[in-house]
């Protein structure tokens, strides 16, 4: 390998990397910082006392402040440049962060925005009973890759439904399930927001690592679809979709 490749591959591993090499500098230069105040200020208070008694020659004698600033500052710069250099690293990795989490959601919105052209394009060549025939078929796949199991069955019900979102069995029934969704709404026009978890409390199913994190908000209201399939065993099973996804990042101010 030649030195311009391993010279280029490094640079790409820092640049993938440079948030958390900038919080590790952060958190390197603080303890740094700490180390360096204190030493210094030993350094400085023995100065002083020096500076006192062999001013005073037994003689009760302070230095004023001004007196004392003179002469230990210059034991203070290495702890005072190490925490510019903390400071200019926390800084750096919050930009760094921001300006990619940024980039991210942007990249989102627009691959959002895209699959719901999608979405309707396909609704408008094909029609709205073709279009709910895929959606089914799709949602039968995701069946038949998930089996029916009766131990992993969540919550109490009529039907046995499946959450295509995250996988999950759970029993419920339609009108519960409705009944949830124009309550969710309810209180986003209310609020301006709810999150996936709102929702899950409403049809039975507990909250997961992530579903406190998205939801909809008052431009993206909740719209439930639903899909006819049959579990492994041949059980009838209502699948359910989004129409909309919940989004990560809403918030109640927005």
């Not at 640049?15 to 105040?37: C, E, H, K, Q, R």
């Not at 208070?45 to 002469?71: C, H, M, P, Q, Y």
Request: aromatic fraction near 10%.
């Amino acid at each position: 390998m030649e030195i311009s490749d391993l010279a280029k591959r490094l640079a790409k591993l820092t640049a993938d990397n440079s948030p958390a090499i900038f919080t590790a500098l952060g958190v390197a230069g603080a303890l740094t910082t700490a180390y360096l105040t204190g030493k210094a200020s030993f350094k400085a208070a023995k100065i002083i006392s020096d500076e006192e008694f062999s001013v005073s020659r037994g003689v009760s004698f302070r230095l004023g402040t001004r007196d004392k600033v003179e002469k230990v500052w210059k034991l203070y710069i290495p702890p005072a440049g190490s925490a510019v250099v903390t400071i200019a690293c926390i800084i750096l990795a919050n930009r760094i962060g921001s300006r990619r989490a940024a980039a991210l959601a942007a990249a989102y919105a627009i691959s959002e925005r895209g699959f719901a052209e999608y979405k309707q394009k396909v609704v408008e060549k094909l029609g709205a009973p073709k279009e709910q025939k895929v959606r089914d078929e799709i949602a039968q796949e995701r069946v038949n890759k998930n089996p029916f199991n009766d131990l992993f069955v969540i919550g109490e019900g009529q039907a046995l439904c499946y959450d295509s979102y995250t996988g999950r069995y759970f029993l419920c029934d339609m009108e519960s399930i409705r009944r949830a969704e124009n309550d969710i709404n309810y209180e986003i026009n209310s609020n301006y927001y709810a999150s996936l978890t709102d929702f899950y409390n409403k049809i039975g199913l507990p909250r997961t690592s992530m579903s406190d994190n998205v939801g909809w908000n008052a431009d993206k209201l909740l719209e439930v679809e639903y899909s006819a399939v049959l579990s492994e065993t041949g059980k009838p099973c209502i699948a359910i979709d989004f129409r909309v996804e919940p989004v990560r990042g809403y918030s109640r101010l927005q």
